[in-house]
T-cell receptor
């Protein structure tokens, strides 16, 4: 079993939809949770960062962490075609390297 | 520079040849990482450098893979006797070690194709 599990998709939605992306993990030592966005033929770029449990909002993006369930989510409101990309979750205990999910490919159609 | 720079951006090589991939991290970032991204496999950790400490090589898949970091800055990943299964995008990232928990800055990667 992988340390971090993420549905690879693709997830296809119409423009304006609310998108929910999720990851589960097994290592209870993880405290730092990130979401990266990766456009085709580009490196991943940090989108959201959350420490421990709770919610964090940044514009149309909301990151949620539920440590009791070992489950993290990224919500995208009013999705746009420019949001079409692969979204990778990543997590760390703060001392070791980041562990990434496999990424979910999102397609937002106009 | 302003970001993490990787070269070449694309590399096609014949099976059995050696290749060198280069990474120039953000100035002042003491931590440097190499990851490999294969289709459907996500990001696979390869090696981690932190300052003058011994590198964490735990992710290198075989002894054909090696990496060095000179002067605490530029890093080179070398793959000897390349195989077709080595075809992937090789990503380099750097970070300020004290802010490891806030994530890395990645380069655009080197797309390696072994034919």
């Amino acid at each position: 079993q992988k340390e971090v599990e993420q549905d690879p998709g693709p997830l296809s939605v119409p423009e304006g939809a609310i998108v929910s992306l999720n990851c589960t993990y097994s290592n209870s030592a993880f405290q730092y949770f990130m979401w990266y966005r990766q456009y085709s033929r580009k490196g991943p770029e940090l989108l959201m960062y959350t420490y421990s449990s709770g919610n964090k909002e940044d514009g149309r993006f909301t990151a949620q962490v539920d440590k009791s369930s070992k489950y993290i989510s990224l919500f995208i409101r009013d999705s746009q075609p420019s949001d079409s990309a692969t979204y990778l979750c990543a997590m760390s205990d703060g001392f070791q390297k980041l562990v990434f999910g496999t990424g979910t490919r999102l397609l937002v159609s106009p | 520079g302003a970001g993490v720079s990787q070269s070449p951006s694309n590399k096609v090589t014949e099976k059995g040849k050696d290749v060198e991939l280069r990474c120039d991290p953000i100035s002042g970032h003491t931590a440097l990482y190499w990851y490999r991204q294969s289709l459907g496999q996500g990001l696979e950790f390869l090696i981690y450098f932190q300052g003058n400490s011994a590198p964490d090589k735990s992710g290198l898949p075989s002894d054909r893979f090696s990496a060095e970091r000179t002067g605490g800055s530029v890093s080179t990943l070398t793959i000897q006797r390349t195989q077709q299964e080595d075809s992937a995008v090789y990503l380099c990232a750097s970070s300020l070690v004290k802010l490891l928990q806030v994530g890395y800055t990645f380069g655009s990667g080197t797309r390696l194709t072994v034919v």
